[in-house]
C-alpha cells in the first residue's frame, strides 16, 4: 500500500471514530503533500461540510472537479456540497455539469456500440 493511501486511508478511520477535527488534520497535510489526490480534496470537501466550515467544502469539492473533470460524480458531490453551503446556484451549475458528462458519456458509448454492431 502507497503512503499516499495509508495516510488517506488513517483519516478515514480518525473520522469513522467521530475525530473529524483530526481527519480534517490528516486529509489537509495530505492534500498539501498530493496537491492531485482528489480522494483526499473529497473526503475534506465532505467533512469540512459536516463541520459547518462551507467555504472550505466548496473549494475542495471544485478542486475535486478540476482533478477528475471527465467524472460526472465529482460534480454531483460538488451539488450536494453546495447545498449544504446554502449556494443553491453554484448546486445548479454542478448538477447541469453532472448531467452533461453523463449524456456525453452515453452518446459515446452509443456510437461505440454502433460502430462495433457495423462491424
Same mark, same amino acid.
Given at each position: 500500500?502507497?503512503?499516499?493511501?495509508?495516510?488517506?486511508?488513517? =483519516?478515514?478511520?480518525?473520522?469513522?471514530?467521530?475525530? %473529524?477535527?483530526?481527519?480534517?488534520?490528516?486529509?489537509?497535510?495530505?492534500? +498539501?503533500? /498530493?496537491?492531485?489526490?482528489?480522494?483526499?480534496? @473529497?473526503?475534506?470537501?465532505?467533512?469540512? #461540510?459536516?463541520?459547518?466550515?462551507?467555504?472550505? @467544502?466548496?473549494?475542495? @469539492?471544485?478542486?475535486?472537479? +478540476? %482533478?477528475?473533470?471527465?467524472?460526472?460524480? /465529482?460534480?454531483? =458531490?460538488?451539488?450536494?456540497?453546495?447545498?449544504?453551503?446554502?449556494?443553491?446556484?453554484?448546486?445548479?451549475?454542478?448538477?447541469?455539469? =453532472?448531467?452533461? %458528462?453523463?449524456?456525453?458519456?452515453?452518446?459515446?458509448?452509443?456510437?461505440?456500440?454502433? +460502430?462495433? #454492431?457495423?462491424?
Amino acid at each position: 500500500m502507497s503512503t499516499v493511501q495509508a495516510k488517506y486511508d488513517e =483519516a478515514i478511520l480518525k473520522a469513522e471514530k467521530g475525530d %473529524l477535527d483530526e481527519a480534517v488534520k490528516l486529509l489537509t497535510a495530505l492534500a +498539501e503533500e /498530493s496537491p492531485d489526490y482528489a480522494l483526499a480534496h @473529497a473526503a475534506l470537501a465532505r467533512y469540512h #461540510s459536516k463541520l459547518e466550515n462551507h467555504e472550505q @467544502a466548496v473549494n475542495h @469539492a471544485e478542486k475535486v472537479c +478540476e %482533478l477528475e473533470s471527465e467524472d460526472p460524480f /465529482s460534480y454531483v =458531490a460538488k451539488s450536494i456540497i453546495c447545498i449544504e453551503a446554502g449556494d443553491k446556484t453554484g448546486a445548479e451549475d454542478a448538477r447541469a455539469q =453532472a448531467l452533461r %458528462l453523463q449524456w456525453q458519456q452515453q452518446m459515446s458509448d452509443s456510437e461505440t456500440n454502433e +460502430e462495433s #454492431s457495423d462491424e
